[in-house]
């Protein structure tokens, strides 16, 4: 992501087609894949609100990539995380300050069944919109 950002003006790439901007700066498409994940394309979905923003633009560290089934290309919220979490009941995150954060995952129990919440049960709604700089996408 960063190397595809030095040839671009400190530009994230747009988020409908995020893998196949990165794809030329990684060695293997394998690196798109999470050994827990249950998509073999790809394994992650890019924040759709970052997409095509500056650094400058975005503010607050927001969620930049995040796990999920989607596919190649995925971009969107929370609702394309994963139903069931892979990581002992939570998900890893990327976010906009290039951290990488294990967040777990609130749910409801009834009877012996989980229901995962994803939408908010991992970050809150604040984590998902940048806050800085004009907002324009380019």
Not at 15 to 35: G, I, K, M, N, T
Not at 109 to 129: D, Q, V
Request: proline share 7%.
């Amino acid at each position: 992501m960063r190397a595809y950002m030095a040839d671009y003006d400190d530009t994230l790439p747009p988020a409908e087609r995020w893998s196949d901007a990165l794809l030329p700066y990684v060695h293997e498409r394998s690196l798109f894949v999470c050994p827990s994940g249950q998509n073999r394309v790809c394994s992650y979905a890019m924040n759709a609100a970052v997409g095509g923003l500056r650094t400058e633009e975005i503010g607050t560290p927001v969620v930049l990539l995040f796990e999920s089934d989607a596919g190649w290309n995925a971009a969107g919220g929370p609702e394309l995380m994963p139903a069931q979490p892979r990581h002992f009941g939570g998900d890893r995150v990327g976010m906009t300050d290039w951290t990488a954060n294990y967040k777990a995952r609130a749910y409801e129990k009834t009877g012996l069944t989980r229901r995962w919440l994803k939408k908010y049960g991992i970050l809150g709604p604040s984590a998902w919109a940048p806050r800085g700089g004009s907002g324009t996408r380019r």
